[in-house]
C-alpha cells in the first residue's frame, strides 16, 4: 500500500434555509436539529453563518448545541448596565469565527455603517440568561467548544426574539468544518474514500428550551 500524508479536510456539514418568524417576546423561541453522519478524525476549525432578518437585533437570543457542548452565538447585543434593550439594527447575515471581534459590540467595531449587520464576528459567548445580560460578563461558551470532538450526530440550533415588539425571522444556517484525521498516516485507499466522503444529513423540527450555563 501506498502511504501518503493526509490534511485536514474542510466541508460544509449543516447548510439549511429555514424561512421561519422567530416568535415575539417569547423565550420557548424555535430550535432546528440537523443530523451529520459521514465525517472520519475531529474538528480542527469551525465556522457557523447566520441570516436572520428583522428589525431589532438586540432582542435575538441564539446558540448552536453539538456533542454536549455548547457555543452561545447571540445574547442580547449591545446590552450595558445602563441599556437594557441593546443595538436596534434591522437584522443580521454573519459568520462566526473564533478570534474576529465579538459580535455583542459590533457597533464600537470601526468601520460600522449601520443597517444589516454582515461579515465575520466572533460568537457572543455570554452564557447567562437573556433576561438579565449586560455585557460585563465573561465570553465562555464560542465555537472553540467544538474543537476535538466528532462532527457525526446532532447540531441543533436555537432562536429566542426574548423582547416584544419587534418581528424577526430566522432565513437560514450552516456549519462548516475542518476536521482532522485520526492518524497522519493512511494507505492509498483509504486516503481516496476520506477525500470523497458524502456528507449525509437531514433535518428535523424541534422545540429547544432556553439554554444557559451559569
Not at 453539538?66 to 434593550?85: F, M, Q, W
Not at 415588539?165 to 494507505?187: I, R
Request: a negative charge.
Amino acid at each position: 500500500m501506498l502511504g501518503c500524508s493526509i490534511a485536514a479536510q474542510a466541508g460544509l456539514i449543516v447548510d439549511q434555509t429555514v424561512n421561519e418568524g422567530i416568535p415575539d417576546g417569547d423565550l420557548a423561541g424555535i430550535g432546528m436539529q440537523v443530523i451529520v453522519s459521514g465525517q472520519s478524525g475531529t474538528i480542527g476549525d469551525i465556522t457557523l453563518g447566520l441570516n436572520i432578518s428583522g428589525s431589532y437585533n438586540g432582542d435575538l437570543y441564539a446558540y448552536v448545541e453539538h456533542d454536549n457542548e455548547v457555543a452561545v452565538l447571540l445574547n442580547r447585543v449591545g446590552t450595558t448596565p445602563t441599556d437594557n434593550l441593546g443595538y436596534g439594527d434591522p437584522g443580521l447575515n454573519v459568520t462566526f469565527q473564533d478570534g474576529a471581534p465579538n459580535i455583542h459590540t459590533y457597533q464600537q467595531v470601526p468601520g460600522y455603517t449601520g443597517g444589516t449587520l454582515t461579515g465575520t464576528w466572533g460568537a457572543d459567548g455570554r452564557a447567562v440568561s437573556p433576561l438579565t445580560v449586560n455585557g460585563t460578563e465573561p465570553v465562555t461558551e464560542t465555537l472553540s467548544s467544538f474543537l476535538g470532538a466528532d462532527a457525526n450526530g446532532a447540531w441543533t440550533l436555537f432562536v429566542a426574539d426574548v423582547n416584544g415588539g419587534d418581528l424577526n425571522n430566522l432565513v437560514s444556517w450552516n456549519v462548516n468544518v475542518s476536521m482532522v484525521p485520526e492518524s497522519g498516516w493512511f494507505g492509498f485507499g483509504a486516503a481516496v474514500l476520506a477525500l470523497s466522503a458524502i456528507v449525509r444529513f437531514s433535518r428535523s423540527r424541534k422545540q429547544a428550551p432556553v439554554l444557559v450555563r451559569l
